[in-house]
């Protein structure tokens, strides 16, 4: 055991490729975090069961999320990279925690209300019901002191940190309560098309999306054509200039270069600048990545081996955490024979 701090963080397979958000919002900082933290860095495969995918194209998305983590500098060897529902311990923590949860609790989390708002009750499974209680367990089954997400989770990171101080009181100190790491300039990456609302592989439009994995001309255009404002002046305005913001943000995070430096530099400059100079930055960190992807994706078979010792060293720690929890609650435990 290390005595570093941990950190664990999940991303749900659900698209071909992550989206900017996915990236600035978490894997960067996966790949901050993981120098001086003990870290597991997972593929939700079993969240994604929540939306309609057909089982070929899972499989291909588990491998391909897995790849970009990598690709964008997770090192396997020194944080396990893991495909969830190698590692039967989520569900079954899961199970546990359902029964802790507040019906009326688990109700009022807000990306199930929306993504319930969209298709109304019908087109809503108990899955997604009880996702935020999945995400639970794959936390604290790791008892991570910190969870690098993007600012949609942080009500989650809020259920995760009430059924740790739960369990925790009424049997005994058992889970590590995790707090969330969400970096304020990158938490909340907006649609292009629509900057009121967060870029999101289900909601967004095509165009509102940059996909890591996109061929970067197509990228380009997509910047070139992001709703800004009538306006002429490039400031930063969350309110105001929604468009703009976000713009700077995604060009500050990728350049470097602090959000009031480039305002002084794109004075007198038009929108038109500032979408090339976003696109440009954006284009020279992931066309490499992209090309690192596909060539992890055409080594198939080393990367189900990264997966596999991941999964050995992710049980490691997950069925010390479950066989504590099953002793505590009461489960008789199995005798050998
Ligand atoms: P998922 O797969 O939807 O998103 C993966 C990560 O990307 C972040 N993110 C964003 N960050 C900034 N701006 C955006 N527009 C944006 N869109 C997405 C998300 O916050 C997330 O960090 N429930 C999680 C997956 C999960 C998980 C976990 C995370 C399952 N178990 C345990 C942490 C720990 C989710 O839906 O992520």
């Known amino acids: 055991m290390s005595d570093k701090p941990r950190v664990l963080s999940l991303m749900q397979p659900t698209a071909d490729s992550l989206h900017l958000g996915n990236y600035l919002g978490a894997l960067r900082q996966w790949v901050a975090l993981q120098e001086d933290h003990e870290a597991f860095f997972g593929v939700c495969d079993l969240h994604a069961l929540t939306v309609e995918v057909t089982p070929a194209e899972l499989?291909?998305?588990?491998?391909?999320?897995?790849?970009?983590?990598?690709?964008?500098?997770?090192?396997?060897?020194?944080?396990?990279?893991?495909?969830?529902?190698?590692?039967?311990?989520h569900a079954e923590l899961m199970w546990v925690l359902s029964t802790?949860?507040?019906?009326?609790h688990a109700a009022r989390m807000t990306q199930f209300k929306d993504k319930t708002a969209k298709g109304g009750q019908d087109q809503a499974n108990v899955g997604l019901f009880t996702?935020?209680?999945?995400?639970?367990?794959d936390i604290l089954l790791y008892q991570a002191d910190k969870v690098p997400v993007g600012e949609d989770q942080r009500?989650?990171?809020?259920?995760?940190?009430?059924?740790?101080?739960?369990?925790?009181?009424?049997?005994s100190p058992t889970f590590v309560v995790p707090?969330?790491?969400?970096?304020?300039?990158?938490?909340?990456?907006?649609?292009?098309?629509?900057?009121?609302?967060?870029?999101?592989?289900?909601?967004?439009?095509?165009?509102?999306?940059?996909?890591l994995l996109e061929e970067p001309a197509v990228n380009a255009k997509k910047f070139r054509s992001a709703v800004t404002d009538s306006g002429r002046e490039i400031s930063y305005d969350e309110e105001a200039?929604?468009?703009v913001a976000n713009l700077l943000s995604i060009l500050s995070a990728f350049s470097g270069r602090p959000i009031d430096v480039l305002v002084g530099e794109f004075e007198g400059k038009g929108y038109g600048d500032l979408k090339g100079a976003a696109a440009d930055a954006v284009a020279t960190v992931i066309s490499p990545f992209r090309e690192r992807t596909l060539a992890l994706m055409g080594e198939r078979s080393e990367l189900e081996q990264i997966l596999?010792?991941?999964?050995?060293?992710?049980?490691?720690?997950?069925?010390?955490?479950?066989?504590?929890?099953?002793?505590?609650?009461?489960?008789?435990?199995?005798?050998?024979?």
């Open 59 to 89: 499989r291909q998305r588990t491998l391909r999320a897995a790849a970009q983590f990598m690709a964008a500098g997770v090192d396997p060897e020194a944080a396990p990279v893991f495909v969830q529902s190698h590692v039967p311990e």
């Open 100 to 104: 802790m949860t507040g019906f009326g």
């Open 131 to 137: 996702y935020p209680i999945l995400m639970a367990a």
């Open 155 to 171: 009500q989650h990171l809020e259920l995760t940190r009430d059924l740790a101080q739960r369990f925790n009181s009424r049997y």
């Open 179 to 211: 707090e969330p790491h969400i970096v304020k300039s990158v938490g909340r990456i907006m649609d292009l098309q629509d900057p009121t609302v967060k870029m999101s592989k289900s909601a967004s439009s095509p165009n509102g999306i940059i996909e």
């Open 241 to 243: 200039k929604p468009g």
């Open 308 to 337: 596999a010792r991941g999964a050995d060293r992710a049980r490691g720690v997950a069925s010390r955490t479950l066989a504590k929890v099953y002793k505590k609650v009461g489960l008789l435990p199995p005798v050998r024979r």
